[in-house]
């Protein structure tokens, strides 16, 4: 499987910035995703991001909330924007996997204040 | 929409017992992954099944694809401390694309030595 690393790995963030998080992915992939797991919570997909082209959002979810940018194979970035206490998440890139699987990098662990 | 409940929520067991987890739901499902997050890091894939009745195992650990096709099982044999985390089911809907899963509430495993 890929080796998915993402920066920041935790952050405190004041509320009403924006914080972007990167994802680096050792090897070319086709599928990149980013999920959100709140706290306690399970996993929520926020949207596909596409290589070239604007991402896929999942419902729920909008683009000005969550852009995101995927330049090319091996690398994503998810921008949390205008944060409130309610956007404290663990953020997760992932990518698609040979049999239909998907595999998690680490996460980003955000706190908003 | 549609849900994956898992259970038990959250278990205590004795090292060396073994552990058993479902996840069921109203809706049948093409795919099932079973994953384990440790505390601060991200999920981490364990177990995939492709067809009802599968049976596969990994290590120590034994997960089955339900017959109806709206369920799936993870045993956990001989637990042992590093076991304890968080297990989460996913299912892939028959509607939804190539790597789109519904992820599970979650069974916290905590291990008493």
């Known amino acids: 499987s890929a080796v998915i690393s993402q920066k920041p790995s935790r952050d405190i963030c004041q509320r009403g910035t924006s914080l972007t998080i990167q994802c680096q992915v050792d090897s070319q992939v086709t599928m990149m995703f980013w999920y959100r797991q709140q706290p306690g919570q399970s996993l929520t997909l926020i949207a596909t991001?596409?290589?070239?082209?604007?991402?896929?959002?999942e419902s729920g979810f909008v683009i000005d909330k969550f852009p995101i940018s995927r330049p090319n194979l091996t690398f994503s970035t998810l921008t949390v924007s205008n944060m409130s206490p309610e956007d404290s998440s663990i953020y997760l890139c992932s990518v698609g996997g040979g049999g239909n699987t998907i595999y998690f990098g680490e996460g980003s662990w955000l706190t908003v204040v | 929409g549609q849900q994956l409940n898992q259970s038990p929520q959250s278990m205590f067991i004795q090292e060396g017992e073994d552990v058993s987890m479902n996840c069921t739901s109203s809706s049948i499902f093409n795919t099932w992954l079973w994953y384990k997050q440790d505390p601060g890091e991200g999920p981490v894939l364990l177990i995939a099944l492709y067809k009802a009745g599968e049976l596969t195992s990994n290590g120590r650990l034994t997960a089955q694809f339900g017959i109806t096709r709206k369920d799936s099982f993870l045993n956990i044999s001989a637990s042992i401390p590093s076991d304890v985390g968080i297990y989460f089911c996913?299912?892939?809907?028959?509607?939804?694309?190539?790597?789109?899963?519904?992820f599970g509430t979650g069974t916290r495993l905590k291990v008493l030595a």
């Open positions: 996913a299912g892939q809907p028959p509607t939804s694309g190539t790597y789109k899963y519904i």
């Open positions: 991001a596409n290589q070239g082209s604007e991402a896929t959002y």
